[in-house]
């Protein structure tokens, strides 16, 4: 059997050989050190880069120290005191708010700068982007698109050094990733039916939330190819 991409998903919980160091050895035919390890190696030489190297050593130790201990808050300070950053941006949906009142409040306290920008701002009009009334969640009523790019903009022009997401859109996210030129974490995924914990939707995909499943849905999960050998594509 041969691979053409990377599939990580459908690893055997009894294998995970990468986080033991072997998945040279060990890892099935389509881990990615048997797929592609010639992207690995470019990916590996990237590191090289000084701020990428720094942000790799510094998330390792956020992560050890703070295993099981510190919130993400307290991450998001950790990191960002080890890394030297003195200001902070905040992009957040017009609705996290009072979160991001709080958020800031609890950044300044530990000595950083903030600036703090909402989706909504700069007025445009859905119907700009070509999004007719009937469209709107209140037909009949202005509503302004989500304004992502805007708030990257605003970020970078005002010295952010590293950037936090509370609550944007999908797709609204990917376009303040996108234009964003500080290194961006999320601190609020949103997800309105969930209380904003969309890993919930995974975990009772099988019960309260079959209706992700599409048309396709196996009937029993999908056989685990074998692993492959060293050196092998499968």
């Not at 992207?39 to 030489?45: F, L, P, S």
């Not at 941006?89 to 950083?112: M, Q, W």
Request: proline share 7%.
């Amino acid at each position: 059997m041969s691979y053409a991409d990377p599939a990580c998903a459908y690893c055997p919980s009894t294998v995970r050989a990468c986080r033991k160091g072997e998945a040279e050895d060990r890892g099935p035919g389509f881990c990615p050190s048997k797929v592609d390890p010639a992207t690995q190696d470019i990916a590996h030489a990237l590191y090289d880069d000084p701020e990428t190297r720094k942000i790799a050593q510094q998330s390792a130790l956020v992560e050890s120290e703070g295993y099981c201990k510190w919130t993400r808050v307290e991450e998001i300070v950790q990191f960002s005191k080890r890394m030297g950053y003195k200001k902070i941006g905040i992009a957040n949906c017009i609705s996290f708010v009072d979160h991001a009142y709080t958020l800031t409040g609890i950044l300044e306290s530990h000595g950083f700068q903030v600036v703090s920008v909402a989706c909504k701002n700069g007025n445009i009009p859905k119907e700009e982007m070509g999004i007719a009334d009937s469209q709107k969640i209140h037909p009949g009523h202005f509503e302004g698109i989500c304004n992502p790019v805007s708030q990257a903009e605003l970020l970078n022009a005002h010295g952010c050094e590293f950037n936090v997401v509370m609550g944007l859109c999908i797709g609204h996210d990917s376009l303040l990733f996108k234009y964003a030129k500080a290194p961006t974490t999320v601190l609020v995924a949103k997800d309105r039916v969930l209380g904003h914990n969309p890993v919930a939707a995974l975990n009772l995909a099988d019960s309260y939330y079959s209706r992700l499943w599409g048309p396709d849905k196996p009937a029993k999960p999908p056989k685990l190819p074998p692993a492959g050998r060293k050196g092998s594509k499968g």
